[in-house]
């Protein structure tokens, strides 16, 4: 273990410490400690894992921090790992000497609008644990292309662009649990582009991010046109505040019929509420499920599904937070050129019609071969559900109850524009 005083640097918090880590990087051995103290940096430390061999890099349970007072990276882990998570495709090189670098114990605060947290560059088994990360750009900065990435247990708060940062870059098997990721201004994790496969994000708190005055999300998956599969996330809570503009999980793929380039995503068990515009938006994605979860409090819709294909959306509890009852609050759902997709056994209640007529709790818009069937709407403002030029829909089985005593309330409506729908065995009170 190299023990970072042992090589000149203070901890004090004033003096430039950049050199004298930089030199117990170079020569040190196995891990590189921290103990309590503040150390500033006027660059980025680099660990070249191809040079340093096996690298750990470690604080003392959390009382060293890391000043960062420079644009980029306060730590950039650097590999050469150009495969992917298949064994033959790793070279011994990487095995003998770079695979599995862990980061933990330390605070990384940013003093520089361009200051970032951890960047990650062409690594194997990168391990960030136990780290608390606050006032950067990003948080953890994930470039060019990695494989197998753990991020749990760690505190990411108050960036001023996005917690974790997926940016541009060719990713595989990643698993974000058990972190806290919040207060961020664009997103608490952003996918931007590229090839990203096999996200697990499961167990966090991601909340509140939003502020920078456009689109934002706590999840926000921008595909391009590029692609993004096998994302689950899954019993989490996620919520934001009732003025932030864009969605609490916005999934937005490529533009194309059929969609081919963001699918095989899962969003379960979450608590997913109070967004300005939208819960949940998926916009041309396939093989989606939204199943199990709470969604609450979305100002013009709960959840927004545009072009997509093959999805289900089921065993939701969907509407407003009950302290308020009285909101502005439009919630509901619609689906918009949505093709092939069952919607069971969801709970809709008080969702309001919105300022265009005409509206309902579940909206179909241009749809094909959507079963709507066992669904529970309660209390609808304006209709229970709404076919608006669609075909091939059945609606069937659902129970509708007429609370609010309005003249335009009705169960079911179709407009004249849909045709080869099925209504039948619908109950309404």
């Not at 951890?118 to 994930?142: D, K, S, W, Y």
């Not at 201004?185 to 496969?197: E, N, P, S, T, Y």
Request: hydrophobic residues 35%; glycine residues 12%.
């Amino acid at each position: 273990m190299s023990d970072v005083r042992e090589f000149g640097a203070t901890g004090d918090g004033a003096t430039d410490d950049t050199e004298a880590i930089q030199h117990a990087l170079q020569v040190g051995r196995g891990v590189l400690a921290f103990p309590k103290g503040t150390y500033r940096l006027t660059r980025s430390l680099t660990v070249e894992l191809e040079r340093t061999g096996f690298a750990g890099i470690r604080g003392e349970n959390g009382t060293a921090r890391l000043l960062m007072d420079a644009p980029g990276p306060a730590l950039r882990l650097v590999g050469t790992h150009g495969g992917s998570a298949f064994p033959a495709s790793i070279t011994p090189g990487v095995w003998d000497r770079q695979r599995f670098p862990v980061v933990s114990g330390l605070e990384i605060l940013g003093r520089h609008d361009e200051a970032d947290g951890i960047e990650l560059v062409r690594t194997m088994q990168p391990t960030i644990q136990n780290v608390a990360i606050r006032r950067c750009r990003f948080g953890l900065h994930l470039v060019e292309r990695n494989r197998n990435v753990l991020l749990s247990g760690s505190h990411i708060y108050d960036c001023h662009d996005s917690g974790v940062f997926f940016d541009r870059c060719n990713l595989h098997q990643v698993i974000i649990s058990g972190n806290h990721i919040s207060y961020c201004k664009r997103a608490g994790i952003r996918q931007l582009g590229g090839d990203v496969h096999n996200v697990h994000i499961t167990g966090n708190d991601i909340e509140y991010n939003s502020g920078l005055g456009e689109a934002s999300g706590e999840i926000l998956l921008e595909c391009e046109s590029d692609q993004t599969s096998e994302f689950t996330i899954a019993s989490n809570t996620i919520q934001a505040t009732r003025e932030s503009p864009g969605a609490n999980i916005f999934i937005r793929g490529p533009e194309g019929t059929p969609p081919v380039r963001a699918v095989l995503i899962a969003i379960s068990g979450n608590v997913i509420g109070s967004r300005g515009e939208h819960n949940i938006r998926v916009e041309n994605a396939g093989r989606v499920a939204i199943t199990g979860n709470t969604i609450y409090d979305g100002i013009q819709r709960n959840v927004v599904l545009r072009n997509c294909r093959n999805f289900v959306l089921s065993a939701n509890t969907i509407g407003t937070r009950p302290v308020y009852w009285n909101s502005t609050a439009i919630d509901g759902v619609t689906l918009e050129k949505c093709v092939h997709g069952v919607v069971l056994g969801n709970l809709f209640d008080d969702c309001h019609p919105g300022p265009d007529a005409p509206g309902g709790s579940l909206v179909l818009a241009d749809c094909d071969g959507v079963n709507v069937s066992g669904n529970q709407i309660g209390a609808p403002h304006a209709s229970g559900i709404c076919l608006i030029r669609s075909r091939r829909c059945l609606v069937q089985g659902n129970a509708i109850t007429l609370e609010h005593e309005r003249a335009l309330i009705d169960g079911i409506i179709a407009d004249a524009d849909s045709a080869e729908c099925k209504v039948e065995n619908n109950a309404v009170w």
